[in-house]
């Protein structure tokens, strides 16, 4: 089942395992992030947003706890579990590889037709 | 890992509660919605704006709900539940599906355990595809045998065989020891295991040497003997153990599952022990089997046409009277141990397999139809939004659930197949009683039925449910339902042939059951009885035991006759002889061929008047006779009809061994004669008779002999009665007890056993075929409920409606009926081999097997007739 959908779906696990890093964040706060990080690039779509949210909690990468958000209301806040720390260490590598190879192959690619 | 199977499991477990997604979801849109009125849009748009952003917030939710594990489970059992109602809603429908895969999957896989026995069994012989039986056949044997006189001429020029080898029978024996015991011994020859590929699991084969006349004994012994008898001793080779009474040293023990090629059972191999220089010589010589290992690349046939030369040699050796009827046939092994059986079960895998493929085609109609019938609420699904892939696994998991209470339904249904098959058995069936569903045909029954099930749910879901199914009649195909009612057509052709079998066999059986058998076996209880080698070596010794127990036996309570024989009737188990050599005293010898056969018993005095068998002339045997030095015979009415026509046979001899020397073939005298007994068997023809007296002479004794007691007790009774008189006189003696309608009643079993087979396979056939049409007349019904409600609002009696089903359904059965009664009448003529007093072409019973079908094709196109009375015209036009 190698589809695109997969593709994208694992590099979004990816992106919010790495938004968590640092502290816990709401969901808002992720999309944000994401969003601020990238440059406007990537917009996390929040149709997918929580899916995936939900997904990796089901799966025990993240946690959720309910706190209160910077404007003091009360917000679900995602926290990186030790679990999650070794997936995020696992897809990263998974990443660098695959971009890496990627790479190798458009750069050739590029030398080619010239 | 562990941490996350544990998250896993929790939340498999909990669910989590819908509210927290909601709060996060609004708190999400309020941060939105922040976001936007800081960047200076006004509060209502900045709200609109957030939330065609943020989408359906019902996708979102459903899509988080789909993250959760085990979600799928909770899908599937929503449909599990949803396929149970269905089934639950539908109990004629779910019914008829369940009851087509049990008998279909049931009876295949019952008769698959019984055919893989006979047919697939493997031998426990190495390399066991080589092995053939050879010999000769002759119409007093039908199964192959050899003769000591050709067999050694064969074995030295045969060039088919890489060796040949013989047994000469099985014969009981007595181990006389402490604790002696009666066993079967079988002589083979020195060749015999080497031939078979079978060796000693604990010492070794005989030596040719020790397979001489005189030769020291030695002797192999069973496993199972090994271990009650000698506790598995593994110096067992070398122990002296005494056969009756003679020492002998046991040489080896044969393997666990040895058996003897002619499925004898045998608990010790002796060596033949033939004098092979007189046996050569010898005219016939010694009656013995023979077997043989095909050299690699040598068919069974090639062997036989190799091995004509040696046959010719031994015709010549055959009395003149036997040439024209001997022949010899060389045979796989396999094919001679179960002689008739083996056609018999291809015809059966054929029948069943033929059954299981009906019922798999019934099952996709029946899913059709239901399917036809369900199109509404489908689309009504379809248009609440269930995905298409949805709608197909609600459709497959139904009907896997409905095959799966059919294999289960399947294995309890063999299972049950199963005992039956082996309790209504003939003891000639090998191997039935050992057969146990195994692992391998539970299996097979599984997988069909499990496998089957994606089939017809494909089958029944594929089907696209169209879009104007929910404001107009369906489109399934008409032409399909085309293909279904040729099928049904064909299956009533068929049942209808096996129910013109069942009642031919019925009807056949009924008649073996009623016929005269020229005796009277009320109050007769028999025993039989053979005396062990040790305790009566001499005739002396076995007359005096027969004697003393008739004359124990005579006086007691309530005994109206006591005989001795060596035999009984009708069961066939009697001496044989050919007529031509019987001979009238001073008349020549019959000369035109054998003149077929005569069978023959030794008897006492009152033996006809145990059995109530009438003399028709002269006074029979009686105590005169019995003292006296002449020897007396009593001749039946069609034997003395024969040798002495239209004249009175009374007082005249004759002699019964014409051809031998003039010593072995003493003159009788003809003391009575004895209305016709059925001798041959139930169904087969009857032999010519005579009965010769066992006077009061050794002579005329052996170790066997059959007690007959007639008495007013109960059979149980005199049954311990008679046990307690063996046991006075030799309570070692085995005795085998019954009472003679019971061993008549045994002699019924295998065309008791064809007629319930087939008429299982009837009942079987006729079933599915109901169940068929039913399934193709519902789907009909389903497709015309439009037209019917068009007649109905129209003014349509509901008498018009149903006969209207009524001739839908006829369309089909009766084209099937025609045809079924043709292919029968014209099969019929086969069967006539095993049918008794009823004709081939009966007309009473082929009339009321056809009516049986329609009478029940009747009832089963009644049932959607009566629904479809039910359609109120307003819904149906409505829906129009």
Request: with cysteine; aromatic share 8%.
């Amino acid at each position: 089942m190698a589809t695109p959908t997969d593709l994208l779906q694992g590099t979004l696990d990816l992106l919010i395992l790495q938004t968590l890093v640092l502290e816990p964040k709401h969901g808002w706060g992720i999309a944000q992030r994401i969003q601020q990080v990238s440059g406007d690039v990537l917009q996390v779509g929040q149709g997918s947003l929580y899916p995936a949210l939900y997904r990796l909690e089901y799966k025990g990468w993240i946690q959720s706890e309910w706190g209160n958000s910077e404007s003091n209301r009360r917000a679900k806040f995602y926290k990186l579990t030790a679990a999650g720390k070794k997936q995020l260490a696992a897809e990263r590598a998974t990443w660098d590889r695959l971009s890496a190879a990627i790479g190798l192959v458009l750069g050739k690619t590029e030398e080619a037709p010239s | 890992m562990i941490v996350e199977f544990s998250t896993w499991l929790r939340y498999l477990l909990f669910r989590k509660s819908p509210k927290e997604l909601d709060d996060e979801v609004q708190f999400h849109l309020e941060q939105s919605i922040a976001a936007k009125m800081i960047a200076g849009i006004p509060e209502p748009e900045a709200r609109r704006q957030a939330l065609i952003e943020f989408g359906s917030v019902d996708a979102t939710r459903e899509e988080c709900a789909q993250q959760r594990p085990g979600w799928w489970a909770g899908i599937l059992a929503q449909d599990f539940r949803y396929a149970l109602r269905g089934i639950r809603r539908n109990p004629a429908f779910s019914l008829a599906v369940v009851l087509t895969l049990m008998l279909g999957i049931g009876s295949s896989a019952a008769v698959f355990t019984v055919v893989d026995k006979i047919l697939f069994r493997p031998l426990p012989y190495s390399d066991d595809g080589r092995l053939v039986s050879v010999g000769l056949v002759a119409p007093i044997e039908p199964q192959e045998f050899m003769l000591g006189g050709s067999y050694y001429e064969w074995q030295d020029n045969q060039k088919p065989f890489v060796a040949m080898t013989s047994e000469t029978g099985v014969e009981p024996c007595d181990l006389t020891e402490v604790n002696a015991i009666r066993l079967d011994c079988a002589g083979v020859e020195s060749n015999f295991l080497p031939t078979l590929g079978v060796t000693p699991v604990v010492g070794r084969n005989f030596l040719p040497s020790e397979d001489r006349p005189n030769a020291p004994k030695v002797a192999l012994i069973s496993y199972a003997l090994w271990r009650t008898r000698f506790a598995r001793d593994p110096s067992i080779a070398g122990k002296m153990i005494r056969i009756d009474g003679v020492a002998t040293e046991i040489v080896g023990v044969l393997p666990q599952d040895f058996e003897m090629p002619r499925l004898q059972t045998a608990d010790v191999l002796l060596p033949e022990s033939l004098d092979v220089a007189a046996q050569r010589r010898a005219d016939p010589g010694r009656p013995m089997w023979a077997f043989a290992r095909l050299k690699p690349g040598v068919t069974a046939e090639q062997a036989k046409a190799q091995l004509e030369p040696l046959f010719q040699y031994s015709l010549r050796l055959a009395p003149a009277p036997f040439r024209k009827e001997v022949h010899y046939t060389v045979r796989p092994l396999r094919d001679r141990q179960f002689h008739d059986v083996h056609r018999a079960a291809w015809i059966l895998l054929g029948l069943v397999m033929a059954v299981l493929l009906i019922a798999c085609a019934n099952v996709a109609s029946l899913l059709t139809a239901r399917r036809a019938g369900r199109q509404h609420e489908t689309a009504v699904r379809a248009a609440l939004g269930a995905s298409r892939s949805r709608l197909l696994q609600a459709a497959i998991l139904e009907s896997f659930v409905l095959s799966a209470f059919g294999a289960l339904a399947a294995v309890f249904w063999a299972e049950a197949l199963l005992h039956l098959f082996v309790a209504i058995a003939p003891g000639g069936m090998p191997f039935l009683s050992t057969a146990r569903i195994d692992a391998r045909v539970l299996a097979f029954t599984l997988s069909i039925g499990l496998l089957s099930a994606p089939g017809f749910g494909l089958v029944s879901g594929l089907g696209r449910a169209p879009a104007n199914a929910l404001t107009s009649r369906g489109g399934l195909g008409m032409r399909r339902a085309g293909l279904r009612q040729l099928l049904v057509t064909t299956q009533i052709a068929a049942s209808l042939v096996l129910l013109a079998a069942g009642a031919l066999l019925t009807r056949s059986f009924w008649n073996l059951q009623r016929q005269a058998l020229g005796i009277n076996d009320e109050n007769v209880v028999t025993a039989t009885i053979s005396l062990g080698q040790t305790a009566y070596p001499t005739p002396e010794r076995q007359m005096a035991f027969f004697e003393q127990l008739q004359r124990n036996l005579r006086w007691g309570p309530g005994v109206n006759a006591v005989a001795l024989s060596d035999s009984l009737p009708p069961g066939g188990s009697h001496h044989d002889q050919i007529y031509a050599s019987l001979r009238v005293e001073g008349q020549p010898r019959y000369t035109s061929g054998t003149g077929g056969n005569v069978a023959w018993r030794w008897v006492t005095p009152e033996y006809f008047r145990t059995l109530n068998i009438p003399l028709i002339a002269g006074s029979g045997f009686t105590d005169d006779e019995l003292a006296s030095a002449n020897r007396f015979v009593v001749l039946s009415r069609s034997l003395a009809e024969r040798m002495f026509p239209g004249q009175d046979p009374l007082g005249r001899q004759v002699h019964l061994a014409s051809g031998a020397p003039i010593a072995q073939d003493p003159p009788y005298t003809v003391a009575g004669v004895a209305a016709d007994v059925k001798n041959g068997g139930l169904a087969a023809g009857d032999e010519p008779e005579y009965y010769r007296l066992r006077r009061n002479r050794p002579e005329d004794w052996d170790q066997w002999a059959v007690v007959l007691v007639k008495s007013g007790l109960p059979a149980a009774t005199m049954e311990r009665w008679m046990r307690e008189q063996v046991a006075v006189l030799d309570p070692a003696l085995p005795i085998e007890q019954g009472t003679l309608h019971e061993r008549i009643a045994k002699l019924a079993d295998q065309p008791r056993f064809e007629m319930l087979l087939v008429g299982y396979f009837a009942c079987t056939g006729l079933v599915l075929a109901v169940i068929g049409l039913y399934g193709v007349t519902s789907f009909l019904m389903v497709q015309r409920k439009p037209e019917v409600g068009i007649r109905m609002a129209l003014g349509a009696s509901k008498g018009n409606i149903v006969r209207m089903v009524l001739a839908s359904a006829m369309r089909m059965v009766l084209p099937g009926t025609v045809a079924g009664l043709t292919l029968a009448l014209g099969l019929s003529q086969t069967w006539s081999s095993v049918l008794f007093k009823v004709g081939p072409h009966d007309a009473a019973t082929f009339l009321g097997a056809t009516t049986l079908l329609i009478a029940v094709t009747v009832i089963a196109s009644l049932i959607p007739a009566i629904a479809a009375t039910r359609v109120d015209p307003m819904t149906t036009l409505r829906v129009d």
